[in-house]
């Protein structure tokens, strides 16, 4: 096992990153872009990884495995929680960026949606990337170069993620997971090479299941009634999902901080122990409210799953359907509307998603008035 076995169908980045680590063609400053699921923050968490290692990446020594983990003190992902970064926040990265690294070789600072800096924010960031110190490293993630600053663009060595294709996302779930080939590819293709989904689909029954709720939704949507609790549902369990998930982070958190504090009854150790404590349950909220977001998104992307591929049977472009499982229910809702219509149905999606994600829409009410919009009659 090396840090790389978790980037699937990349070959040419990892040798560009590999080569980097190794001394050739390294630099202080590095933009990683991909389409969502591609592995952007495994990427650079692996990237991390080498460098830390001093072996390229060889997954096994201690350096490579708290890298990895997330426990390496000289690692840093700052995960914005806002739709944009602030410009404190800004600031103090590039502060603790300017330290000396602790442990290891070098300083490095992961900002993931790095196209969440404004102009203000970006700047700050600006300064520390044009004159980084000599052990910092900066690697930045979006999902495309167009999303950062042309400025902080400028200053970055770009390497682009590819949408992984079917065939090398189910050779990964199968060799890395122990998945049976046709499950693997089922989990492949219902994906669209996202990777977190693929692994999720394999190895979760009850995300195959929530997922299979989903893609039935799309020709029992004949009634307003039926609509109103397909929305109820579907937001529902987004927000189960989400609250486990926060749930489960936060837990982790909270026993690092126990770990951290635990011990150390000197009143300063206390109270600072108590000023963490609200900081994390402050993240916490913001935390769950995007989960919620991310995880109806997810749902969203689904359904349109089902309408492309009604709109693949209506063109007749032949070839296989996302949900090929799906095939007579896909068939019959082809047969039953236009392909006027199905194009319609795949831009409410689109609306709605760009509602809840650009214009804080509550989720709800997004969902509810897609519904009416994917209705058929
Ligand atoms: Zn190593």
């Known amino acids: 096992m090396t840090v790389w ?3 699937v169908g990349q070959q040419h980045v990892v040798e560009t990153l590999e080569a980097a680590a190794g001394g050739r063609g390294m630099t202080h400053a590095w933009l990683i872009t991909g389409p969502p699921g591609s592995g952007r923050s495994n990427a650079a968490v692996a990237f991390a990884a080498a460098l830390q290692c001093g072996a390229t990446g060889c997954g096994e020594c201690r350096a490579c495995r708290s890298t990895l983990s ?3 003190l000289d690692v840093t992902v700052h995960r914005p929680e806002r739709s944009q970064i602030q410009v404190d926040d800004a600031r103090q990265w590039v502060m603790q960026a300017a330290r000396r ?3 290891e070789q070098w300083q490095i600072r992961i900002v993931e949606d790095a196209d969440r800096l404004n102009d203000s924010s970006g700047n700050a960031l600006l300064k520390a990337i044009e004159e980084p110190g000599p052990r910092t490293v900066w690697i930045l993630c979006a999902p495309q170069p167009e999303d950062v600053l042309p400025t902080i663009r400028s200053r970055t060595r770009h390497l682009n993620l590819a949408t992984p294709s079917p065939a090398d996302v189910t050779d990964f779930l199968v060799r890395h997971h122990d998945v049976a080939p046709a499950r693997a590819a089922h989990a492949a293709r219902a994906s669209q090479g996202h990777i977190g989904r ?3 689909l394999a190895l979760d029954e009850e995300t195959r299941n929530r997922r299979r709720q989903l893609v039935v939704l799309p020709p029992r949507l004949t009634s307003l009634g039926s609509c109103m609790t397909a929305a109820a549902n579907l937001v529902d369990i987004a927000e189960a999902e989400a609250k486990a998930q926060t749930d489960q982070a936060f837990a982790t958190e909270l026993a690092n901080l126990e770990t951290l504090y635990g011990t150390d009854r000197r009143s300063r150790a206390v109270r600072s122990a108590r000023a963490a404590e609200k900081d994390l349950a402050d993240q916490q909220k913001q935390r769950l409210r995007r989960q919620v977001l991310d995880a109806v998104d997810r749902s969203l992307t689904e359904l349109l799953s089902v309408y492309r591929d009604v709109l693949v049977v209506q063109t007749g472009a032949g070839g296989h359907l996302v949900n090929e ?7 019959e809702l082809a047969r039953r ?3 006027e219509q199905t194009l319609r149905r795949i831009d409410a999606v689109g609306e709605a998603r760009e509602q809840m ?3 804080n829409v509550p989720p709800l009410l997004a969902v509810e008035s897609l519904m009416v919009a994917l209705r058929v009659d």
């Open 5 to 7: 076995d978790s980037l």
């Open 70 to 72: 997330g426990a390496n």
């Open 101 to 103: 690294p602790v442990k």
């Open 198 to 200: 693929a692994k999720a």
């Open 325 to 331: 499982e799906q095939r007579v229910e896909v068939e």
């Open 337 to 339: 509307t236009t392909a």
């Open 357 to 359: 994600l650009e214009f």
